[in-house]
């Protein structure tokens, strides 16, 4: 078993972790409701570890029914100025938190990698992408209400938005600052109020993304933070009834729950759950560039990331070569601290995490699939594995069909594109894809034939804010994004007004009834 060895000096980011258990997470975390930090009203915590060696990072308040109502409330009656206030002075509020997110990027990454074991190297671009997410919606904050103009005869009619109400945001413990910006920024774009449930596993961050917004001025109970677990903060926030919408990040079992538990007050739910996403290389493609993109949407942070690409469906005749690049790449890469500048793949999130990840090296290794690289866990203490492939593999094994969330891919032969079409779609879900090839009219057909919210052709992940985000099957429902998170956080309401020259229908006036098909409202 690989160690991890025990850093000779310390870094920088270290000593700044160190400080910042003392100053800022001794004191325990609270709930942020309606403007005040509060502990749960039942006084009940929890604890919070830090992966890198599961020693105790905080306590943080456990907030149940009692406290989600609370916060609802809170959310109600802001919501009530909230959708009052003008566009410019919302772009102006989400523009100042961004520049406080900006000037404590630093803060956040280190608490970021120190709460989650997510490298260092890319918790401090999720930072500054948190300011850009806050920076987008602000600038589009004016315009967020503005409709379309749909006239007909005798008719103007013109369409409006108007934000939904409070909304629940519920996310997820992996890279949670970014992908709670990611939900909170649009919904006060809109014109909605918060109240954020973050997940249990990583609660530092969203507790700094609080403090950030009420430093910036936004009105007390505008955004409202909740702390506490799934099955009962995050249950009471969907059944609430004045919470008018959920908008999830999670796992599509959860989705599921929610969609239950939502069901008895109608929410509008948004869901971005897993993925098991397909990288498909063709024996044409410019292979060097494809390595770096396969290498990297896999073992960078952490293999915890909804995008990355698990499976690697790799054409015949190029498999062996590549996959063996894969491997060498896999066993170069530097598992370690997080806080370490250089290290580029950290511990998993939680023990319960490791083991669950784990389990899958003796599941490829029952099914028959072979551990070219990794397989194992590093060190004793903290939750490190080393970066995996599994080669020989089909589709129809476990190894191929569920979302492992870690460092660990599939690859897995193909003989030519319809093959290769049939395994990419063949699982239960689909958030994203990624192909490679050169043969430009493939590209097309492929990209069309293949089941996903979102692709990549040549390409890892690169977002770009205004184009839409989500899955199709089982990886969620809805999109984000651009104007597509207004759909979500906002209601489109139709205004006719007649121009005095349609002709209305008359009852009670005693001549037989003509009836026209517009006077019967078709
Ligand atoms: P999870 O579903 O276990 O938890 C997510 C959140 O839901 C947490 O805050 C949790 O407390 C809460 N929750 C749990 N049970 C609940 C319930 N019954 N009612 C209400 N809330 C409840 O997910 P996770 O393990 O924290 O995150 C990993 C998952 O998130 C992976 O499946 C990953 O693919 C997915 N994810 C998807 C995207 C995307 O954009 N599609 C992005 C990031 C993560």
């Avoid at 936004?218 to 009834?241: C, D, I, R």
């Avoid at 492992?404 to 395994?423: R, Y």
């Amino acid at each position: 078993m690989t160690q991890i060895d025990a850093p000779q000096t310390r870094h920088p980011n270290q000593l700044l972790a160190e400080e910042l258990r003392r100053t800022r997470l001794a004191g325990g975390l609270r709930h942020f409701i309606g403007g005040q930090w509060v502990d749960s009203q039942g006084g009940a915590t929890f604890e919070a570890h830090s992966p890198i060696d599961n020693s105790l990072l905080t306590t943080v308040a456990r907030g149940d029914e009692a406290d989600i109502d609370r916060a609802a409330r809170a959310a109600h009656d802001a919501f009530q100025l909230w959708k009052e206030v003008g566009g410019a002075e919302r772009r102006r509020l989400l523009h100042k938190i961004a520049d406080l997110i900006e000037a404590r990027a630093g803060e956040i990454a280190v608490l970021e990698s120190l709460d989650t074991g997510q490298a260092i190297r890319f918790m401090k671009s999720a930072a500054t992408r948190g300011a850009e997410n806050f920076r987008f919606y602000a600038d589009r904050a004016p315009g967020a209400g503005d409709g379309q103009s749909l006239p007909a005869p005798g008719f103007l009619n013109y369409t409006l938005r108007q934000p939904i109400g409070p909304v629940g945001v519920i996310t997820p413990w992996n890279t949670p600052f970014m992908l709670s910006t990611w939900k909170i920024a649009p919904a006060l774009a809109a014109g909605c109020t918060v109240v954020h449930k973050p997940a249990e596993w990583s609660p530092v961050s969203a507790t700094l993304l609080a403090e950030i917004m009420d430093e910036a001025g936004l009105p007390a109970g505008v955004h409202n933070l909740v702390h506490g677990l799934g099955e009962s903060a995050g249950k009471a926030l969907t059944e609430h009834p004045l919470i008018q919408a959920i908008a999830f990040v999670g796992e599509t079992t959860t989705g599921s729950a929610i969609m239950r538990q939502g069901a008895q007050t109608l929410k509008r739910v948004h869901f971005e759950l897993g993925g098991k996403n397909p990288v498909v290389v063709f024996g044409d493609a410019d292979l060097d560039r494809a390595l770096d993109a396969v290498v990297f949407m896999i073992y960078s942070l952490n293999g915890e990331r909804c995008t990355s690409s698990s499976r690697v469906l790799v054409q015949e005749g190029i498999y062996d070569e590549f996959t063996a690049r894969i491997a060498e790449r896999a066993r170069n890469i530097r598992v370690g601290d997080p806080l370490d500048p250089e290290t580029e793949i950290g511990p998993l999130v939680h023990p319960r995490h490791l083991e669950k990840v784990m389990s899958y090296f003796g599941a490829a290794r029952e099914e028959g699939a072979t551990i070219a690289a990794g397989g194992e866990r590093v060190g004793e203490s903290g939750n490190y594995v080393s970066p995996t492939l599994f080669t020989g593999a089909r589709n129809d094994m476990r190894i191929a069909q569920e979302e492992i969330f870690g460092p660990v891919l599939t690859a897995i032969p193909f003989s030519d594109e319809a093959e290769a079409l049939s395994l990419a779609n063949d699982v239960q879900y689909g958030l994203a894809a990624y192909l490679w090839t050169n043969d430009l009219t493939r590209a097309h057909r492929f990209a069309h034939g293949l089941q996903a919210g979102m692709i990549w052709v040549n390409s890892e992940n690169v977002r770009h804010l205004p184009t839409p985000f989500g899955g199709v099957k089982n990886s969620g429902i809805g999109r984000d994004g651009g104007d597509y998170s207004f759909d979500f956080y906002m209601e489109t309401k139709n205004v006719a007004i007649s121009l005095g020259t349609h002709k209305a229908a008359r009852l009670g006036v005693g001549t037989p009834p003509v009836v026209t098909p517009r006077e019967a409202g078709e």
